[in-house]
């Protein structure tokens, strides 16, 4: 069952402004982190927050995390044309059987017009 | 460091035939992930390994699905016979043994089954 859940499915925006993302999840988790693929080429580690944190920053990334809503957010601050990517949330359950079985939301595509 | 490297970057084969996916992880790390990446499924993860045992087949689709991990340098997941349903983007990814929840992953290798 799909454990993220990014929201919107895909965003346009224009070079200089702002991109929210939004990641939904169903279960208790460990910690959430944020991965980027550019277009052919696997996913890249942006941000990891774990469950005792509500904010955490990373050079224009923010992200939040809402563990009574169980969700999070990927803010990317003054986009550039090479933020284009798509981007998903990922998710591990508690337990050490757990470890590193993510589980990826299905991502949001992000175009950055120059 | 050279990161993950998978080979091929891209198979075409026929339904019936054997493939054989190959992956080297980053030295030192203890961990080796196995996922598939569909438009329908998105991204599963099929198998992972700790210091070279499996630890978890459980997203394995079938029989005709395998993997190995004979040394910490090298692994591979076959399809034996492969139908044209398991086209899809096979990624690689490791991650070391001190848990920082980041996985890398490598360019991954894209599979045409037709």
């Known amino acids: 069952s799909q454990q993220g859940e990014e929201d919107p499915q895909a965003l346009s925006i224009q070079e200089g402004e702002n991109a929210t993302m939004n990641c939904s999840y169903k279960t208790s988790i460990n910690n959430l982190q944020w991965y980027r693929q550019n277009s052919g080429r696997g996913l890249v580690h942006l941000i990891l927050?774990?469950?005792?944190?509500r904010e955490k920053h990373s050079g224009r990334l923010r992200v939040t995390l809402d563990t009574s809503k169980k969700s999070s957010s990927l803010l990317i601050t003054a986009s550039r044309a090479a933020d284009t990517a798509s981007y998903f949330c990922?998710?591990?359950?508690?337990?050490?059987?757990?470890?590193?079985?993510?589980?990826f939301g299905q991502g949001t595509i992000l175009t950055v017009h120059p | 460091d050279a990161g993950v490297i998978q080979s091929p970057r891209h198979e075409v084969t026929e339904m019936g035939q054997e493939v054989t996916l190959r992956c080297k992880p980053i030295s030192g790390h203890d961990y080796l992930f196995w996922y598939r990446q569909t438009m329908m499924r998105g991204l599963e993860l099929l198998i992972y390994f700790n210091n070279n045992v499996p630890i978890d087949d459980s997203g394995m689709p079938e029989d005709r699905f395998s993997a190995k991990m004979p040394n910490a340098s090298f692994s591979t997941l076959k399809i034996q016979p492969s139908e044209p349903r398991d086209s899809a983007v096979y990624f690689c990814a490791s991650s070391p043994q001190r848990y920082t929840g980041e996985l890398f992953f490598g360019e991954g290798s894209r599979l045409t089954v037709l």
């Open positions: 927050i774990r469950s005792n944190e």
């Open positions: 990922a998710t591990d359950r508690p337990g050490g059987t757990s470890y590193g079985k993510l589980t």
